[in-house]
């Protein structure tokens, strides 16, 4: 079998599951991409079978899946959504690949101010939805678990100098389980020479209910599409580099056409 084909390797978070990550799949797969979904010990389907799972186990589990798409594919994309981020940025230093991106990495762990408004809202409408969210990852999360995701921080803190490969970085503003200020942490230490950082307004766990899904959707598809053109010599041109414009939390930004 010729491999031709790019193979998109698509990372789901800590405490979540493959179908978090269909959607962008079953997007990518209709522009002619192979993706695959790993499952993580890490998700919710798997930590009752492995209860003692560390971080060295969920990159593990993830490396499994990255060897089966680079059987099938001539090169491989690694997209990672929340902790499968951090994953995606540990591959990009350990394994070959024609880019990476992340959406909502954890590098700086829960955003208060965006927890202390959502909490507001939530007395306002007197809908505690929040509330119980908050309560309940507070006591889902085992202190093992809460530890390793910790180290899995830690260790990718150390790697991102070693990142070369193209990059894009997706980030949400009005996320709560991880600050803005994470992307352009990842933004500045890597040493890639083409790195893109964009912010949307929010993007949750579950690309299920992002509203606006198909804006990054076809961000990550165009920016995929250009790094294969660089690859292979046709276009010199590439994407712009994106910065949090005027460095307000939540303000507007400006609307800049690809």
Not at 211 to 239: A, C, M, P, Y
Request: hydrophobic residues 40%.
């Amino acid at each position: 079998m010729i491999k031709s084909r790019i193979g998109c390797l698509i990372i789901h978070g800590f405490d979540g599951t493959t179908l978090d990550v269909e959607p962008l799949s079953k997007y990518l797969q209709s522009k002619g991409f192979i993706t695959f979904c790993p499952s993580l010990k890490c998700s919710m389907e798997n930590r009752r079978v492995f209860p003692n799972a560390n971080y060295k186990d969920w990159l593990e589990s993830a490396e499994l899946g990255l060897y089966y798409l680079k059987s099938r594919c001539k090169d491989v994309v690694i997209i990672g959504l929340y902790m499968g981020a951090l994953i995606a940025l540990n591959f990009a230093t350990r394994f070959k690949n024609i880019g990476v991106v992340t959406i909502n990495a954890p590098i700086y762990h829960w955003d208060v101010k965006n927890m202390y408004y959502n909490i507001l809202l939530d007395f306002k409408r007197k809908n505690f939805t929040n509330v119980k969210r908050y309560v309940k990852l507070s006591t889902k999360i085992s202190i093992p678990e809460l530890i390793n995701f910790k180290l899995l921080i830690e260790k990718t803190k150390h790697i991102l100098e070693m990142v070369k490969t193209p990059v894009f970085i997706a980030q949400g503003l009005k996320d709560d389980t991880v600050n803005y200020k994470s992307a352009e942490y990842i933004y500045k230490k890597v040493s890639s020479n083409i790195k893109v950082l964009k912010y949307y307004e929010k993007i949750n766990p579950d690309l299920f209910v992002y509203t606006d899904n198909n804006l990054l959707f076809e961000d990550v598809e165009k920016f995929i599409k250009q790094i294969i053109k660089r690859k292979n010599g046709v276009s010199n041109k590439f994407l712009p580099n994106y910065t949090y414009l005027d460095r307000i939390y939540n303000s507007l930004l400006k609307d800049v056409s690809w």
